[in-house]
C-alpha cells in the first residue's frame, strides 16, 4: 500500500493516525481491525508522517462521492500525488477559492471534477 492508501484505509475502519514531533505516530483503531492494516503502518510510518505533515486536508465529499485532499498549494499537490493520492483528488487552495468564489453548485462541481479529471486540468479563475 502508498501511504495515502493506508491512510484511506484507516479512515474507512473509522480510525484515525496522528503524526506528533518527528517520528512519532499515533493511532486509533478499532480494536478487531485487520492485523494486516497494523502492520502496513507500522512498515509505512516514516512516510506516513511525513504525509501527516504536509499542509493539507483530507475531506470526504458527498457530492463527487469520494474523498478528495485539498493541498495549501502546488508542491503539496505534487507531494501528496508522489505518496499515491490520485491527481483527481488532490485540490489546491486556489482551486477551491476559484469554485467558492463562483457559487459553485453540486451539480456543477461533479461536471468540473470530471471534465478537470478527464484533461489532467486544473481550475483557474478566468477573470
Do not use: C
Amino acid at each position: 500500500m502508498t501511504p495515502i492508501q493506508t491512510i484511506l484505509a484507516v479512515l474507512a475502519v473509522r480510525g484515525k493516525l496522528v503524526a506528533g514531533g518527528s517520528d512519532r505516530l499515533t493511532m486509533w483503531l478499532p480494536r478487531d481491525v485487520d492485523p494486516q492494516l497494523k502492520a502496513e503502518i507500522r512498515a509505512n510510518k516514516a512516510a506516513l508522517i511525513e504525509v501527516l505533515k504536509l499542509p493539507a486536508k483530507i475531506v470526504r465529499s458527498d457530492t463527487l462521492g469520494i474523498i478528495v485532499f485539498w493541498a495549501a498549494d502546488e508542491p503539496t499537490k505534487e507531494a501528496l500525488i508522489q505518496y499515491g493520492a490520485d491527481p483527481a483528488a488532490v485540490y489546491t487552495t486556489a482551486e477551491i477559492t476559484v469554485l467558492v468564489k463562483n457559487h459553485v453548485t453540486p451539480d456543477q462541481l461533479v461536471r468540473i471534477h470530471t471534465a478537470r479529471d478527464l484533461f489532467h486540468g486544473r481550475i483557474v479563475d478566468s477573470k
